[in-house]
């Protein structure tokens, strides 16, 4: 059976650290064997099962620590020892020492299985690993496929406990490259995005009506599809509806759907937006928008799950995941009795509230720089990137239109720049004010002092009480000022 890792023949000197409670034992031994998993070791006194760490130098500058289990004692023939995963950079020096100890030990012999003599294009014929140990990326490549063989041979070690923080680490860090790579307006390190991210994994999994609150341009429609890709619902539909985009009269029939002949007009059966997300996901944007009457038939729908299309006589049930969203001030409209309290509450099972873009501090940079290279992609731009006073201004704005005024100005001044590099100017942005460093401000101010003294002396001939009086200072005050600016009587 082949090895998982390859082994080496070496000679390198160690100190064996044992930690045993509060104290800790030593001894200088002799690594035979060496692998990126484990080691044979001479000299080594400890007992099967006892943890301990080898400190050995790779070469004169490079001191590494590999901590393992010592497995088998084997009197003349060393003493195995079972590493765990180091971190990247101990790993890597390793796998460094170790490819370049095969590449001087050429030997006919697979390192892997022991076949011998018929490796061909970089890979053993008998057991069919690359031996391209000299690619750069051999290392990252060996640790994916192997990944599985590593991970069992741990099992026997771990309880339910490591099993669920394992999965849940793994998922998350899935989850998070999602969230990096998806979505221009879902770029963001502050930390007000951050907790978005997380509500957004957090809610993603069940099945609470949410609620979405921010201003327009904070992308609470890309929210809400990610919401919907991140949960169970991920393959049925995802309907979006826009309840300030239709006028109120045609809403009930958009959202609920209507019977033939149930209204001129209606010359043919249609579904409304509910049924055409039965088993996903209906976004329903701009929600605090809606009437009255359609606020209570929302309402009723929320509390039954049953979709009356116009004109038809009976209903039927329907499945489907509500997100709502808005821009407007929800909780004044509560106040004026705008928005009906008892449908708030049921929308707002789960609440996210998206910050403006002037509140995202560092991410106003981020994203720009994010947006640039994602339109760059699309086509072929003159622009290679932003100024230093493009940045700038861009960090000085509002952005009142946030993260959609953002996307729009970046794509017109990569179409209008004439330049390789975007200015305030291609971008409609105010220039950054010139900045004056103190003693510049200081040098002007100076030298204004002195002019405005010089044409007081001039208009009083010279005259120093009359110069005085007029500058509101006494003589000495005056003698001193004309002194340290070098001004002659």
């Not at 899935?174 to 502050?190: A, I, K, P, Y």
């Not at 609150?213 to 429609?221: A, C, D, P, V, Y």
């Not at 330049?419 to 460093?437: F, G, N, R």
């Amino acid at each position: 059976m082949p090895r998982l890792d390859v082994r080496i023949k070496t000679n390198l000197r160690a100190r064996a650290v044992y930690a045993t409670g509060p104290e800790q034992r030593e001894e200088v031994v002799t690594i035979r064997e060496l692998s990126l998993n484990g080691a044979l070791v001479d000299q080594l006194r400890g007992h099967p099962d006892q943890t301990l760490t080898l400190l050995t130098e790779l070469s004169p500058a490079r001191q590494i620590r590999l901590q393992g289990d010592l497995v088998r004692r084997s009197g003349t023939k060393g003493s195995a020892v079972h590493f765990y995963y180091s971190d990247r950079n101990t790993t890597s020096a390793l796998w460094h020492y170790i490819s370049a100890q095969l590449q001087q030990q050429s030997t006919s012999h697979c390192p892997y299985c022991g076949n011998e003599g018929n490796a061909a294009e970089g890979q053993c014929g008998q057991c069919r690993q690359s031996l391209a140990f000299q690619d750069a990326d051999y290392l990252d490549v060996h640790l994916l496929e192997t990944l599985a063989a590593r991970i069992q041979s741990r099992i026997p070690k771990l309880n339910a406990d490591h099993c669920h923080k394992i999965i849940k680490y793994i998922d998350r860090e899935l989850l998070n490259l999602q969230d990096r790579s998806t979505d221009q307006e879902f770029v963001g390190t502050c930390p007000t995005m951050l907790r978005v991210f997380s509500m957004i994994n957090k809610v993603a999994g069940t099945d609470l009506n949410v609620l979405i609150l921010g201003e327009s341009g904070t992308g609470k429609e890309l929210t809400a599809r990610a919401i919907h890709q991140r949960s169970p619902r991920m393959e049925k539909p995802f309907v979006a509806f826009n309840c300030a985009a239709i006028p109120e009269g045609l809403l009930e029939a958009e959202l609920f759907g209507y019977q033939r002949g149930s209204f001129t007009g209606a010359v043919d059966t249609k579904k409304g937006k509910f049924e055409l997300a039965d088993g996903g996901t209906i976004f329903l944007d701009e929600i605090g928008d809606l009437s009255p009457h359609l606020q209570a038939k929302l309402l009723r729908f929320l509390e039954d799950r049953i979709v009356e299309r116009i004109g038809s006589k009976r209903g039927h049930r329907v499945d489907v995941r509500i997100i709502a969203a808005t821009n407007c001030d929800i909780h004044q409209r509560l106040e004026n009795g705008g928005f009906r309290d008892d449908l708030f509450f049921r929308l707002n099972a789960f609440c996210i509230k998206l910050p403006p873009l002037r509140e995202r501090g560092g991410d106003k940079v981020v994203l720009a720089r994010y947006i640039f290279r994602k339109i760059s992609e699309t086509g072929h731009f003159t622009p290679q990137g932003f100024s230093e006073e493009a940045l700038k201004a861009i960090s000085r704005h509002d952005w009142p239109g946030n993260v959609r005024e953002l996307i729009n100005k970046i794509r017109r001044a990569m179409v209008m720049a004439g330049s390789d590099l975007l200015e305030p100017a291609d971008l409609e942005l105010e220039p950054p004010a010139p900045t004056v460093a103190p003693t510049d401000l200081h040098r002007q101010v100076s030298k204004s002092k002195k002019e405005i003294v010089l044409a007081a002396l001039e208009e009083n001939n010279y005259v120093i009480a009359r110069t005085a009086r007029s500058l509101g200072i006494s003589r000495p005050s005056l003698y001193s000022m004309m002194k340290k600016f070098k001004i002659e009587h």
